[in-house]
């Protein structure tokens, strides 16, 4: 299991749906990042590629993110995220992904509810692994408009991944 845990609640994930669950949200925060926190969070979306990182151990806990330094960056950082889930239950470029997601609209509800009940720290010093402003997601993949970071500079999760059809 891989575990997303915040606000006293968890969302642990088989691996299959681990990949489900940050590519519909991949494809929401490619289309609306634009401040740099914005690609940090990007770059930690990246980081639970499981095809690097090892099978079942990926995850992460909200505390654990630097959401920012002052009270309105923190809002300004969950509403960005926020945005992204909202986004993602749109469906958004989910046709894209050469599979029907399943669960997907279950995991993204359960975190929206975390991020909801979520009173952002700035997670800074906690050693948990947030990208730092140097490790943010700066490329897009030209064929996908995905962003990817470190350790895929080759291309997004569409170009990389190996899909059965
Ligand atoms: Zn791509």
Known sequence: MNVFSGSGQSLDLS???????????????????EAE????????????????????SVGFDLQ???WGTSTAERARSKDFVLRS????????????????PPFARDYLLQ????????VPIDGTGTGAGFPS??????????????????????????CVRPRAS
Not at 89 to 100: M, V
Not at 111 to 118: P, T
């Open 37 to 56: 926190w914005d690609y940090r969070f990007a770059a930690l979306l990246t980081l639970q590629d499981q095809n690097v990182m090892g099978r079942g």
């Open 85 to 100: 889930i909202t986004l993602a239950l749109s469906r958004h470029r989910w046709s894209e992904l050469g599979y029907d």
């Open 64 to 66: 654990d993110i630097a």
């Open 111 to 118: 975190f929206q509810s975390m991020v909801e009940s979520l």
């Open 133 to 158: 402003p140097e490790e943010r997601a700066v490329a897009s993949c030209a064929h996908h408009r995905i962003l990817s970071a470190l350790p895929h500079w080759e291309g997004c999760f569409l």
């Open 15 to 33: 691996n299959g749906g681990t990949e489900v669950f940050i590519e519909v949200l991949m494809l929401a925060v490619s289309g609306l990042a």
